[in-house]
């Protein structure tokens, strides 16, 4: 199998999961366990150092013995794992050469001679995220491909089958980066071919699910009528029969037409939800609280009180409620700072936003999985594909949408912007193309002339993306009329917004949220 050792990169599990897609074996490890295995196992055919955010310079920078280098076990260095390779064997990092999103990377060498670059073309769009860079190359190592702003991209030592790539081939948007894993899968020995993974298998699913709960204790759900609530909650619904209970909190910062949107689901599993309103103390909640971390702090553990809440009505009418069932996906676990060595980058309302004591346990069967995985779960749970194909919103909803205060007023206009946006890309025929849309009201202020009349008013960002695993994302090419429509109604439309702005940051660095 590959070993992958994790510095703490965003995308360490998302490198395992393109391996195991490419039908071979691996396991993540940090940094100490490596060595073992490295001497003793010869189940050991590969080893990838993945990313990280820290600098290899810098002081408690995770490393590795560089004894592992020494056993011709073959090497792939990913971004960090590049960096450390070369400090590692005489080469040279330096700090703060930054570059985030798209880059072109162009080979300098003929493919027969190195076999990692087998089967790909001769320049390929490749996704950047790192803020060091290497200078110079270790001895023995030579360049394989370049972009413009860096030089050692794909570097290599042929005879030592050691490589590193500055860019990361595991993400969405890089161009052929399942080839390059693949060649180097190849490189390793190791056989490639896609299999239809165990993972997916519902029987499988369900066996966990029953595993964890037990023969008689309840489940109730937080379903929020997103893609990942009701995967979850139709598996467990499986699992355990009428002992899950599902629960929608109205909370006045969902879209339009959610509430009926949970219903129709679960009516088509003969089930009702219970539905908690909490509209006006969401709001009172919220007051006064502008920083993005602190109102997922709120959000979370208000949602934690009520389901504790209706935990306790549960149990008086003899029902013992022991788990909460969450849609949590991975995603939200490494954006919450899911391992060792990873950055939180924000707290997602479901995982780092949960209070520390909580009296029910959380039932998360979905934690490993990413977005696309989770519809390829829905679809086998025969699903239709308007629940499958749904738009991802955030837990914490438009409260994540507006930069600042969240009051009232503000959620009105959100609102409104928002049907616009739907609106408008459904009338252009382009709404069930896109991974995510919505409008950003940005807390900045500009300056307006409507009706001859000066406006100092709100500025809105309007942000929709293409993805498929959420863990990248590049903002769509909507059509200039489309924009400009959206743009005039919104101007027009919506009280107090001065000017329509269109954010065109890919992830990373930026996230698709604001906040
Ligand atoms: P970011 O903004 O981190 O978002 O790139 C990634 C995806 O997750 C959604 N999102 C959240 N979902 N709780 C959630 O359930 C949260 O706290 C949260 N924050 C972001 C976001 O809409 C996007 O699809």
Redesign the pocket.
């Known amino acids: 199998m590959i070993f992958i050792v994790d510095f703490g990169s965003q995308t360490t599990h998302l490198i395992a999961r393109r391996i195991k897609e490419l039908g071979a074996e691996v396991k993540i490890v940090t940094s100490q366990e490596i060595l073992g295995p490295v001497q003793n196992d010869n189940h050991i055919k590969g080893i990838i150092l993945s990313g990280g955010p820290a600098s290899v310079y810098q002081k408690g920078a995770p490393a590795v013995d560089p004894k592992i280098f020494e056993q011709g076990i073959p090497i792939l260095g990913i971004c960090y794992g590049l960096q450390l390779m070369a400090r590692l064997l005489g080469g040279k990092v330096v700090s703060g050469r930054k570059e985030y999103g798209p880059a072109i990377i162009k080979f300098k060498i003929q493919n027969s001679k190195f076999k990692i670059t087998e089967d790909l073309p001769k320049s390929l769009v490749v996704w950047m995220s790192h803020g060091d860079e290497v200078v110079k190359l270790p001895k023995g190592f030579e360049t394989i491909g370049s972009t413009e702003h860096v030089p050692f991209a794909f570097v290599g030592n042929l005879k030592r089958k050691i490589f590193g790539l500055q860019f990361h081939p595991e993400v969405e948007h890089t161009q052929h980066g399942l080839q390059i894993l693949k060649n180097f899968i190849g490189i390793c020995d190791l056989e490639t071919g896609l299999k239809v993974q165990d993972k997916f298998k519902i029987q499988n699913l369900k066996f966990k699910i029953r595993e964890i709960v037990g023969e008689k204790e309840y489940v109730i759900g937080a379903v929020s009528g997103g893609v990942d609530s009701t995967v979850a909650a139709v598996l467990t619904a499986k699992a355990v029969g009428k002992r899950f209970i599902p629960i929608y909190v109205e909370n006045g910062l969902m879209r339009e037409g959610t509430k009926e949107h949970v219903k129709k689901i679960f009516a088509k599993f003969h089930s009702k939800p219970i539905v908690v309103n909490v509209v006006g103390e969401m709001v009172r909640r919220l007051k006064g609280v502008s920083d993005p971390e602190k109102k ?1 702090k709120i959000i979370g553990s208000f949602y934690i009180e009520i389901f504790e809440r209706e935990m306790k009505k549960l149990i008086r009418s003899g029902k013992k409620v022991q788990f909460l069932l969450q849609g949590t996906i991975y ?2 676990v490494i ?1 919450s700072k899911g391992t060792k060595h990873a950055s939180k ?2 707290s ?3 995982v780092g ?1 949960l209070p520390k004591k909580m009296k029910l346990k959380l039932l998360e069967p979905l934690r490993h999985f990413y977005k696309d995985e989770v519809r390829e779960i829905g679809k086998q749970l025969s699903l239709p594909d308007e629940f499958i194909h749904k738009q ?5 909803g438009y409260a ?1 949408r507006i930069r600042g205060e969240v009051t009232k007023e503000r959620l009105k206009k959100e609102k409104r912007a928002d049907r616009i946006v739907l609106e408008e890309l459904e009338k252009a025929g382009v709404l069930n193309s896109i991974f ?1 849309s919505f409008p950003v009201l940005t807390g900045a202020y500009s300056t307006a002339v409507k009706g001859d009349g000066r406006l100092f008013g709100e500025v809105v960002a309007l942000r929709v993306l293409e993805s498929k695993d ?1 863990m990248t994302s590049k903002w769509s090419r909507l059509p200039y009329e489309v924009l400009q429509r959206i743009s005039s109604r919104i101007v027009n439309e919506v009280p107090g917004i001065s000017r329509v702005v269109y954010d065109i940051t890919t ?1 990373p660095p930026a ?3 604001w906040e």
Do not use: L, V
Request: net charge neutral.
């Open positions: 997922r995603s939200d954006e980058i924000k997602h309302h479901n936003g991802p919103f955030p837990g914490p994540i995510q959420i992830k996230t698709m949220e």
